[in-house]
């Protein structure tokens, strides 16, 4: 009798066994243990605020979706939070909406989700399989003032590159210091770059690449060349794609973002301005400037961040003030992407323009 007892009792913990090691369903009296990091995952994080469409949301730790046992918040954009107990969100109403969620007293990092009213469609994409061998512009930053003697000269250096470099891949962007034309978004910019002589040509964002004035404009359009060509050879891992909409005070920025290598990724939209008639000192009292910085869609030079999902692709969309411009029609947009370099620091990836009422398409090699 005592081999059958033993065999039973086998039999009995092996059940046990077998019990104890089968499927958990997620819920909250499973008693298994959850292994992996904890996060809340949001579908997308920019829907049209027109009541249907919707982002999903899920308490997931490690593979495991956890939502039932989690505590989800959510705070609109009147700043009041609420418990949020759907697995889905929708709107009519504009702006951020911030969720966040608590598990056994850990909290998630948390995640916003902007809602806008007729967002510009974006344009076709031509090889939407494709997410490496992108076209490669480049940055070109002058940094002056109209009380600098000395930055006609670089404007003549850059007005000689772009006659002999009708086709160039750079976009021109005057950031200015201590003028009517200066504000926050070029302070920014030339705080970033450590801006403490004029002129100065900054390439990508990148302080190892400046270039000071001289006074013989075709000598500096040859180095100008030079500092371009060598951002450009590096290539790019971004594309961007732009739509925009032109809504009298303010515009509606539409940017989408791919890569197929790129784990922290940052995106601005810059608005430019052309035609601006003011004095400059070493030039004429009526001298026209271009392509000024006006205003930035983040508070910081290099922008904020654009999440990426399992396909390299993001999206951002932005409602930009323009109330402070002297005039739309002279206006267009410069968008680009940042990455970290080797030290860490952020520089441009790749760039593009769009009009105001436009798209720019990805690009491709």
């Known amino acids: 009798m005592k081999p059958a007892y033993i065999f039973k009792t086998l039999a009995v913990c092996f059940l046990m066994a077998v019990t104890a090691c089968s499927g958990n369903d997620g819920g909250e009296d499973s008693g298994a243990v959850v292994e992996g990091d904890l996060a809340l995952s949001i579908s997308k994080t920019v829907i049209e605020a ?44 504009e702006g951020d909406y911030v969720f966040y969620a608590y598990y056994e007293g850990v909290k998630t990092e948390n995640i916003t989700v ?21 076209a490669k512009r480049v940055l070109a930053v002058q940094h002056t003032g109209t009380w600098c003697s000395n930055c006609p000269y670089m404007k003549k250096g850059i007005d000689a590159y772009v006659k002999a470099n009708p086709d160039n891949c750079a976009v021109f962007v005057a950031s200015h210091n201590g003028d009517t034309m200066a504000g926050d978004a070029s302070n920014t910019v030339n705080s970033y770059l450590t801006v403490n002589y004029y002129p100065l040509l900054s390439v990508d964002l990148n302080t ?23 951002a ?42 052309d035609g601006i008639v003011a004095e400059q000192n070493g030039g004429s009292v009526n001298e026209v400037h271009n ?75």
């Open 232 to 273: 450009k050879s590096s290539g790019c891992k971004t594309a961007i794609s732009v739509a925009s909409e032109n809504a009298g005070s303010s515009v509606v920025v539409n940017v989408k973002v791919k890569s197929a290598n790129v784990d922290n990724c940052r995106i601005a939209v810059w608005l430019l301005e």
């Open 208 to 230: 190892s690449n400046t270039l000071q004035a001289l006074n013989d404009a075709d000598l500096l359009a040859e180095q100008i060349a030079g500092r371009i060509n060598q």
């Open 114 to 134: 902007r809602a806008f009213k007729n967002i510009p469609s974006l344009p076709a994409d031509s090889k939407p399989e494709q997410n490496t061998g992108f």
């Open 50 to 93: 027109n009541g249907t469409d919707a982002v999903t949301v899920a308490v997931m730790k490690g593979e495991t979706d956890i939502t039932s046992q989690s505590k989800v918040y959510m705070e609109d954009p009147s700043g009041n939070t609420s418990s949020f107990k759907e697995t889905s969100f929708s709107t009519t109403t």
């Open 291 to 365: 392509n000024v910085l006006w205003a930035s869609s983040s508070a910081v030079a290099y922008g904020d961040r654009i999440q990426l999902d399992a396909d390299g692709a993001g999206q951002n969309v932005y409602r930009m003030d323009v109330s402070n411009v002297h005039d739309l029609s002279n206006c267009r947009l410069v968008v680009f992407t940042a990455v970290p370099n080797a030290s860490g620091r952020f520089v441009v990836d790749n760039v593009v323009t769009c009009p105001l009422d436009g798209q720019t398409a990805f690009e491709y090699e």
